[in-house]
C-alpha cells in the first residue's frame, strides 16, 4: 500500500469507501502525550478529493498532490517517516 507523510507527520493513503469507492484519505499525527492509535483509526476523506471506482485512479490524485506538497513516500523498505526538514519545507 503507498503511503505518504507530510513534515507534520500527517499521513495519507487511498482507501475503500462505505460504498465500494476509492479514495484519498488523511490523519493526523498522534499527539506527544496521546496514547497510540490502531492504524485503523483516525482517517479523514480529504475534501477535494473524488471517489473512482477502481483504486488505481485515486492512487494517482494522491500521488499528483504529494508531489506538489513535497510529500515523503512510506513504504516496507524505508518505514520511517522521513520528515522534511524545516529548512526544506520553508524554502
Not at 61 to 86: D, T, V
Request: glycine share 6%; with cysteine.
Amino acid at each position: 500500500m503507498t503511503e505518504f507523510v507530510d513534515w507534520r507527520g500527517w499521513r495519507y493513503r487511498v482507501h475503500k469507501t462505505r460504498d465500494g469507492r476509492f479514495t484519498g484519505m488523511m490523519r493526523k499525527a498522534n499527539m506527544p502525550m496521546q496514547v497510540a492509535r490502531p492504524d485503523h483509526v483516525g482517517w479523514v476523506k480529504i475534501p477535494f478529493m473524488g471517489c473512482y471506482e477502481r483504486e488505481n485512479d485515486a492512487l494517482v490524485e494522491l500521488i499528483e498532490y504529494a508531489e506538489r506538497k513535497r510529500m515523503r513516500e512510506i513504504n516496507e523498505k524505508n518505514p520511517q517517516y522521513n520528515l522534511l526538514n524545516e529548512s526544506e519545507a520553508l524554502a
